[in-house]
């Protein structure tokens, strides 16, 4: 069992900064893959960044790319968001996930969800 816990969501400007962090309990945290997804108002979740157990394979969705940066760090047993250059397009509850294999439909664990809402 893996209990995801996000952090770091607030409201912040366009063209901010904010960093997302979830923290992960037991001790196979650096045996699953990392991922955040993200759902605005009215959408579907959509998948945002993914980061294999090693930290060596990233992917970050075509919307984010180069904004936005997924990191790990094993010893600490949290993922990192780290979002720059935010838009109001960016405004969503931002939730992390933990999985074995199979990105982005087959996910394991899910965390609470964090706000994050960018004004114009």
């Known amino acids: 069992q893996v209990q995801l816990v996000e952090s770091g969501g607030g409201l912040m400007q366009a063209g901010g900064s904010l960093r997302l962090s979830c923290a992960a309990s037991?001790?196979?945290?650096?045996?699953?893959?990392m991922g955040w997804f993200r759902q605005a108002p009215g959408k579907e979740r959509e998948p945002v960044a993914t980061?294999?157990?090693?930290?060596?394979?990233?992917y970050h969705a075509d919307s984010v790319k180069g904004r936005f940066t997924i990191s790990r760090d094993n010893a600490k047993n949290t993922v990192y968001l780290q979002m720059n250059s935010l838009k109001p397009d960016d405004t969503a509850v931002y939730y992390c996930?933990?999985?074995?294999?199979?990105?982005?439909?087959?996910?394991?664990?899910w965390g609470q969800g964090t706000q994050v809402t960018v004004s114009s």
């Open positions: 996930a933990a999985y074995r294999s199979g990105w982005p439909n087959e996910i394991d664990y």
């Open positions: 037991g001790r196979t945290f650096s045996s699953y893959a």
């Open positions: 980061i294999n157990w090693s930290g060596r394979n990233i």
